[in-house]
């Protein structure tokens, strides 16, 4: 009977390591596709400041400058 328990705790066991490498790989897998999602956002933003700020710049010395 024992036999029984310790083949079942073994297969509980080896279930626990399979799901906790799914669950590593499946993690990794979504923090990759955040971190690509997230570095294009930031990089549109610094373009969109970078051209309001060029902007901005050759408006005031339009100003300035008649």
């Known amino acids: 009977m024992q036999a029984g328990f310790a083949r079942l705790d073994a297969k509980i066991a080896q279930r626990i390591v399979e799901l906790r490498a799914d669950l ?24 969109a400041q970078a051209a309001t700020t060029v902007g901005l710049v050759f408006g005031v010395v339009k100003l300035l400058h008649p």
Do not use: D, K, P, V
């Open 24 to 47: 590593r790989t499946e993690l990794a897998a979504s923090l990759t596709a955040l971190e690509t999602r997230l570095t294009r956002r930031l990089f549109g933003f610094w373009i």
